[in-house]
């Protein structure tokens, strides 16, 4: 860095501003303001400042005052980057919630809400824009001046443009070239932007250019009724539509993928892809924006009544109940009465199934919030929803955006786990921070699922939020058939097949036979999780963490899923030389593996976090699956999240009882919710769907209450439970983890904090232990846990100390980089 030439400060300088900071440091960091400066600070804008020895870094203002700061003399701010302040009042309202209720710092806050544009820092590296067309009239001369330099050198470093510009501050510079589209961020040019592709149908020639010879397509169709019916889709939507998709053609001819196979053999169609833009407006035929089925209007109403005197709704309705279409309706009577409205998420299902069917209702007035935008087009968002704009469908960073009159908040999934943050700082969960959100603008909040969390369920019982009901699939599908297949059982009277039993066998056979599809659900990836010397008990472990090591079959790889450590399989015990190794149990590309020896014809697809690694990978499983590329898919629970296919006729989860073992309080919730997600998947549009749940061990209640889709009786036990236990819904907890590389520091601290912790609170600490895995990338973890009654006082009490005892280990000699991580709520 060069030599530092800072403002000096002036001593009439009486203006100073708490500045946030994108660190853990505990609170805003005072800096004066040069006095040229004064009139251009405001709240809520960035400006360039110095933090420790020379590091320069872009903060926000959040605070002008003129109390003279008791630290040493606070230094100047170099530079003010914005115009108009980028966040607003509202915004750092819900920033300071969420740092006093997660025991983070504001700077960990603003990290996770301000898009990465916002943040640059001395790594930041620029590259020109594709749209610089060099018109220098646009431009200030200093402008121009990088512009120039970066049509001869591809990008550059915030230290090479202090060089070009010949002075210390190029921030407000970039932040103006950025707002241009002149130049990008260079990560932001690295995601390569894909366009989705849909398979059509259109005639081949002659039929395509010549009306007349359509009588010669009917000639050769004329045996079979269903090439006839769907000829005649063909010539009917055709006329409608600039491009008939595939899927939809079966649809509305209510024929299958070998009807339309059949008839690219005979010369009539042929199948070709088309693209299709994923942002831009919504350019596909809005035929059925039907209207609401009789369950829905009874819905809306009563949640509408409900919002009257609660601020928050819970929408219970069952897989397929219709409750996508019940929120579209409540956004747009909301958005036409110029109220804002956010829709969240989970991020995996935050796919373009569900961005369609919302913008197929909602047309333009609907932003979609997801991971595939450009840092640009996050900005572009940004904009539009400070100008007061529409609705935002996104996950759940999606709270962070600067709302201006936030109406209505719709949590969907609401018992989705990954709502909730794990890592990094602040450690928050969705739908609680959304409902703060809300009551900070006096919106209303709908919580939608299938299967509530426990709280929320609660909160109902209690009567602090409305409950709607919608028990009734749409169409008067009835929910699927449950089938117990005893795998124990089987393996007696050996009736397996290799991990499938024949119940299970049986049922695929079936369903394909019928031209349905199928989903299998395994909660484990790769190929076997363990391999082990069975002369000497050697098994494969991680060297990093204290887990073993997953087979990973394609690679011929062990891995480790904690730390991405992964090494070759061996072929003899490294420990006793023996070559007769052996794997047990099976993850999803074993299943995959077993699949295709007993189902050969089958087309089989897996969807898990190894195959969905790419950008568009994701999508594109889900789009073969659709378009009927894919019979079966197999997949961890990435498959159980609101997806709605037609064809699947069953569904099969193959260690049911596995799910329920986990050491974890909600093993049992989450089981039961995965297992009647993943049954929701089965029988949606046709005809009722069947769910196989093969266990060794069947005797689990809650198998029984999934067989009977009985929410109440799971309910009913699991609360009692989580009562004798005095666990959430009843306390809060706050887990507390130190991790260190050497065991003996991370021992030593624990004690010290544990001490500390329990001299203040007493019985309410719990521990220290070592957690389930105790060695995570070669950090040695000790946690805590802390119980509170749900007192707000208490609570408050409890977390000044825990803030207390983290602040002063890190000041004790010795402990100063152990690292304390707190998790408020840990699901
Ligand atoms: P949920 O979200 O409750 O699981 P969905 O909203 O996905 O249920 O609805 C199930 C199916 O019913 C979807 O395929 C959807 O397109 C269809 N559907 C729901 N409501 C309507 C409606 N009013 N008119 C036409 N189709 C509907
Ligand atoms: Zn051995
Ligand atoms: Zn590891």
Redesign the pocket.
């Known amino acids: 860095m060069s030599q530092q030439n800072l403002h000096p400060v002036h001593s009439a300088t009486s203006y100073y501003v708490d500045v946030i900071l994108p660190l853990a440091i505990a609170r805003p960091y005072t800096y004066a303001v040069p006095e040229e400066l004064v009139p251009e600070i405001q709240v809520g804008i960035r400006v360039e400042v110095q933090f420790g020895k020379s590091k320069l870094y872009t903060g926000l203002v959040m605070r002008v005052h003129h109390e003279v700061p008791n630290q040493q003399r606070p230094k100047p701010i170099i530079s003010v980057i914005d115009e108009q302040p980028i966040v607003t009042e509202q915004q750092f309202k819900l920033w300071r919630w969420m740092a006093g209720y997660y025991l983070c710092s504001l700077g960990e806050v603003m990290n996770a809400a301000l898009p990465a544009n916002f943040k640059l820092t001395s790594e930041t590296r620029v590259t020109l824009g594709p749209l610089f067309h060099q018109d220098p009239a646009l431009l200030s001369d200093k402008e121009y001046l990088v512009a120039e330099a970066l049509s001869i050198q591809e990008e550059l470093s915030i230290e090479d443009l202090q060089d070009i510009l010949g002075q210390k501050t190029v921030y407000p510079i970039i932040r103006r070239l950025l707002d241009k589209r002149i130049v990008y961020l260079k990560e932001d040019l690295q995601e390569k932007y894909r366009p989705k592709k849909i398979l059509c149908v259109r005639f081949q020639e002659p039929f395509a250019s010549d009306p007349n010879s359509l009588h010669l397509a009917f000639e050769l169709v004329a045996r079979s009724t269903k090439q006839e019916t769907a000829l005649l889709a063909y010539v009917q939507t055709s006329k409608q539509q600039e491009f008939v998709r595939q899927s939809e053609l079966i649809r509305q001819s209510d024929t299958d993928h070998s009807t339309i196979k059949a008839m690219v053999k005979k010369e009539i169609f042929e199948v070709y892809e088309r693209e299709i833009s994923r942002l831009g407006s919504y350019e596909e035929d809005t035929l059925?924006a039907?209207?609401?089925?009789p369950q829905?209007t009874r819905a809306l109403g009563e949640i509408k009544a409900h919002f009257a005197d609660k601020g928050v709704v819970l929408l219970h309705?069952?897989?397929?109940?219709?409750?996508?279409?019940?929120y579209l309706e409540l956004m747009q009577e909301v958005i036409n009465q110029g109220g804002q409205v956010l829709y969240l998420l989970p991020e995996i299902a935050l796919t373009t199934q569900i961005i369609e069917?919302v913008q197929k209702v909602l047309g333009d007035d609907v932003m979609v919030y997801h991971s595939r935008l450009n840092h640009n087009e996050r900005i572009e968002l940004w904009q539009k929803v400070q100008a007061g704009k529409g609705a935002v469908v996104g996950p759940r960073s999606a709270m962070f955006l600067p709302y201006q009159q936030l109406s209505l908040v719709i949590v969907?999934e609401e018992h989705d786990p990954s709502y909730k943050q794990r890592d990094p700082n602040p450690r928050y969960h969705g739908r609680d921070t959304a409902i703060i959100l809300a009551h900070q603008f006096g919106a209303k909040v709908l919580l939608?699922t299938?299967t509530p969390a426990l709280e929320t369920y609660h909160n109902t019982q209690k009567g602090k939020y409305g409950l709607v009901l919608?028990n009734d699939?749409?169409?008067g599908i009835e929910l699927p058939e449950i089938i117990i297949a005893d795998a124990r059982k089987a393996q007696l009277e050996q009736r397996m097949y290799n991990h499938f039993t024949d119940t299970l066998i049986d049922e695929l056979k079936a369903a394909l036979e019928r031209g349905e599809q199928a989903i299998l659900f395994q909660n484990r990836r790769g190929y076997s999780p363990t391999y082990r010397c069975p002369t000497c008990a050697w098994h494969s472990e991680c060297v990093n963490c204290d887990v073993s090591l997953t087979y990973h079959k394609f690679q011929e790889m062990l891995k480790c899923h904690y730390c991405g450590y992964s090494t070759k399989l061996p072929t003899e015990c490294p420990a006793c030389g023996s070559t007769g190794l052996t794997m047990q149990g099976f993850g999803t590309e074993k299943i995959e593996d077993e699949l295709k020896i007993f189902l050969p014809d089958a087309k089989i697809g897996r969807m898990d976090l190894d195959t969905v690694r790419g950008k568009n990978a994701h999508a594109k499983i889900i789009g073969e699956f659709e378009e009927g590329k894919i019979d079966i898919l197999v997949g961890t629970q990435m498959v159980t999240k609101?997806l709605?296919f037609?064809r699947v006729g069953v569904v099969g989860v193959l260690s049911a009882d596995q799910l329920l073992q986990f050491p974890d309080l909600r093993a049992s919730e989450r089981g039961f919710q995965l297992m009647l997600q993943v049954a929701?998947r089965a029988g949606?549009?046709h005809r009722r769907g069947k769910v196989i749940i093969q266990a060794f061990n069947t005797a689990h209640p809650v198998i029984k209450e999934v067989l009977e889709g009985d929410y109440a009786a799971f309910y009913g036990r699991e609360l009692k439970e989580r009562h004798e236990f005095a666990y959430p819904p009843y306390m809060r907890l706050i887990r507390i983890t130190l991790k260190h590389k050497k065991p003996q520091v991370v021992n030593d601290a624990m004690k010290l904090y544990a001490h500390w912790l329990k001299q203040q609170l007493g019985e309410w600490v719990l521990g220290p232990a070592v957690p389930y895995v105790g060695r995570v990338r070669n950090y040695y973890l000790l946690d805590v846990l802390i119980k509170l009654e749900m007192n707000p006082q208490k609570i408050n009490f409890a977390k000044k100390h825990i803030h207390a005892a983290t602040e002063q280990i890190k000041q004790t000699q010795g402990f100063s980089n152990v690292r304390v991580s707190i998790d408020v709520d840990p699901y």
């Open positions: 059925d039907a209207t609401l089925a829905q309705g069952v897989t397929g109940s219709g409750k996508t279409r019940v069917r969907d939608g299938a919608m699939r749409f169409g609101g709605d037609e929701g949606r549009k």
